[in-house]
């Protein structure tokens, strides 16, 4: 069963940090470009970060170039999404699936920016 299980969300202040894990199962991690996806009511789902499956080459939105950090540990079978210099627009329901996108999402993990 392909499964993907967020964590780290949280409430934060403005300039705040935050690491959201994710860790995968039923495929071959391994091989697989992983990618964080987030979502605000009334929105579209919106692609923040990629990470590709071996020499780890990564990809980002223009909105959160320079803050966010996504990375890898294969070993672990988990993808991270390190999140400096947070902003209130970075409020949303963050989300981490393949990339190219395979067809499954998990649970989700909620980041609220606020003071």
């Known amino acids: 069963q392909v499964q993907v299980v967020e964590s780290g969300g949280g409430l934060v202040q403005p300039g705040g940090s935050l690491t959201l894990s994710c860790v995968a199962s039923g495929f071959t991690f391994s091989s697989a470009g992983m990618s964080w996806y987030r979502q605000t009511p009334g929105k579209e789902r919106e692609l923040v970060a990629t990470?590709?499956?071996?020499?780890?080459?990564?990809n980002y939105a223009d909105s959160v170039k320079g803050r966010f950090t996504i990375s890898r540990d294969n070993a672990k079978n988990t993808v991270y999404l390190q999140m400096n210099s947070l902003k209130p627009e970075d409020t949303a329901v963050y989300y981490c699936?393949?990339?190219?996108?395979?067809?499954?999402w998990g649970q989700g993990t909620q980041v609220t920016v606020s003071s």
């Open positions: 990470i590709s499956r071996t020499i780890g080459s990564t």
């Open positions: 699936t393949t990339f190219p996108f395979l067809g499954f």
